[in-house]
């Protein structure tokens, strides 16, 4: 009677008290994923249904309310600049010499014929401060033993109101994540590769988006360079350094 005790609730409570919340794998995820400022030098390759694009960039970010995009190449995008100051977003175009304002149903819009939109360039906002998160089972992907984590959306305002993340268990960063529509219908899926110890912290050098709604094998996104938390010239958040 001893041993049945100890099996039947012992053993899993134990198990039970292993296992983290679904708040704290958030906060270790942002802990990784999220800096105060970041520098970065990348490539995306759009694989659409007719062709293959790529594009490379160079970014300025400051927390999840500033941005700042230059269009490296190729030659005919060269030059094209995007601004983000809050929920705000402007993008300057060299071959018409203007300033446009993207907002409201246009934010929803495809970036530059890729899976993401303005909304999804625009999101940088850490997990915890938009979703509530419960851990919903684990499972092996790549090798790699992960939580399933449900996030629910606090806000109705949040891009997409319920996501499912699968998060390595060792290195707390995500490998494979879900997103959907209020309606239960799946959007968007990622997956994210090469993750790479930086300084103190875990990061995807590559990741795949695919956009669940359109044809193509998605748009793959690869960092070339990053740093972290550098200093960077307030001129570059203004409107001015557009033109």
């Not at 449900?150 to 997409?160: C, W």
Request: with cysteine; charged share 30%; aromatic share 10%.
């Amino acid at each position: 009677m001893k041993r049945l005790f100890f099996i039947l609730f012992i053993i899993p409570s134990i198990i039970w008290a292993q296992q983290p919340t679904g708040k704290t794998i958030l906060e270790k995820i942002d802990k990784n994923m999220a800096a105060k400022s970041t520098i970065t030098t990348s490539k995306m390759i759009i694989r659409g249904a007719r062709q293959t694009r790529t594009i490379e960039v160079k970014s300025w970010g400051e927390g999840d309310e500033k941005s700042f995009t230059e269009y490296l190449a190729p030659a005919r995008e060269k030059g094209t600049k995007m601004l983000k100051l809050e929920d705000e977003l402007w993008i300057y175009s060299p071959s018409s010499d203007r300033i446009i304002k993207i907002s409201g149903h246009m934010l929803r819009q495809s970036l530059m014929g890729s899976d993401l939109s303005y909304e999804d360039m625009m999101d940088n906002t850490e997990l915890l401060e938009d979703y509530d998160a419960g851990v919903i089972g684990s499972e092996t992907v790549d090798g790699k033993n992960c939580w399933i984590l449900e996030l629910r959306a606090k806000t109705a305002e949040v891009n997409y109101q319920m996501r499912k993340i699968w998060v390595d268990k060792s290195r707390y960063i995500p490998l494979k994540e879900e997103l959907y529509a209020k309606s239960g219908k799946l959007l968007k899926r990622m997956e994210l590769f090469d993750v790479t110890k930086i300084g103190n912290r875990w990061y995807p050098k590559k990741m795949i988006f695919k956009d669940m709604l359109k044809k193509g094998a998605g748009t793959e996104f690869i960092i070339d360079e990053i740093e972290f938390d550098k200093k960077i010239d307030a001129y570059i958040f203004t409107k001015a350094s557009l033109k």
